[in-house]
């Protein structure tokens, strides 16, 4: 679809404008992509990212699963606590550190049993580049670790910015605008989470992972409006009374959720009611003509 869409913009497909009454070529605000659920979106506007196309979508979702977030919060679990194999490989394989796989595995295998952080500090004392690497990530792992107790989170956050490079860096990707105030938006969030009674680095990790498991999620941060040259995503519901040149509708190929008509218990505005039979004596449970009627109506 971004392919499709980058296609278009680059050889101006003709639409007809009806302000002016006449063709020009497409801009990006002449496209809609619609979908029945807002789900796919986060995903959507990676795959934009990637292909450098202004995207808007009024999403709630996604902000915790953006590389550049996920990184920057795996690396706040190690400076609690560097025990956590798989935050400390995400730091150790981003461009905060830079590893690649086979030094990733080199590592394991200097020290194959026991935590990863105990494998990369043994690996540390080899005399090889990816060892120097390891060290001065270690010597910066310190230093975090010292401030997280000295300072608030904003400070701790800011000076990982600074250190890294990491903040600029994701400015120079795909998509770097959203990426950077992604990042701007967990500084800014870390500092409202200090201004409550719970406070600290083990209590904000705490919060985030909490939210995580809830699934409150909260939407990428936006750095374009929706009456600015973007390709929009809404839902079929929320485009009622618009109108836009080209439309996109997305995921057609998906299943109807059937998960209702199998329930035990049926409701439908004909035929009123209808619940399966439980056997006591032989603890089973079968389905009635009713249901039979119900489902066979609804797959209709």
Avoid: C
């Amino acid at each position: 679809m971004p392919k499709k869409i980058k296609n278009m913009i680059a050889d101006q497909f003709p639409i007809f404008d009806k302000e002016i009454k006449q063709f020009r070529p497409i801009r990006y605000r002449d496209i809609v992509i619609l979908s029945r659920a807002m789900t796919s979106a986060p995903d959507l506007e990676e795959a934009m990212k990637e292909m450098d196309i202004p995207f808007y979508a009024t999403s709630q979702q996604g902000y915790f699963s953006a590389v550049e977030v996920a990184t920057m919060i795996s690396l706040l679990k190690i400076i609690d606590n560097p025990y956590q194999d798989i935050a400390l490989a995400a730091v150790l394989r981003s461009p905060i550190v830079g590893l690649k796989e086979e030094e990733l595995a080199l590592v394991r295998l200097s020290k194959s049993k026991g935590y990863f952080f105990d494998a990369l500090e043994a690996y540390s004392k080899e005399q090889n580049q990816t060892a120097e690497k390891i060290d001065v990530f270690l010597k910066q792992l310190i230093n975090w670790r010292e401030l997280s107790i000295r300072e608030d989170l904003t400070t701790l956050i800011s000076g990982i910015y600074d250190e890294t490079g990491f903040f600029e860096f994701v400015g120079g990707l795909p998509g770097g605008k959203t990426r950077k105030a992604n990042l701007q938006a967990l500084y800014e969030r870390a500092g409202q989470y200090e201004k409550t009674a719970f406070r600290g680095l083990f209590r904000f990790i705490r919060f985030i992972e909490r939210l995580e498991v809830r699934g409150d999620d909260f939407g990428t941060a936006k750095v374009l409006g929706e009456k600015e040259d973007v390709v929009r995503m809404m839902t079929i519901h929320s485009s009622k009374g618009l109108e836009f040149p080209v439309v996109i509708l997305s995921g057609v190929g998906r299943k109807f959720n059937m998960r209702d008509i199998n329930s035990k218990v049926l409701l439908d505005k004909d035929f009123g009611f209808a619940s399966s039979y439980t056997d006591i004596e032989k603890r089973i449970t079968y389905p009635t003509i009713m249901q039979q009627v119900f489902r066979k109506k609804k797959i209709k």
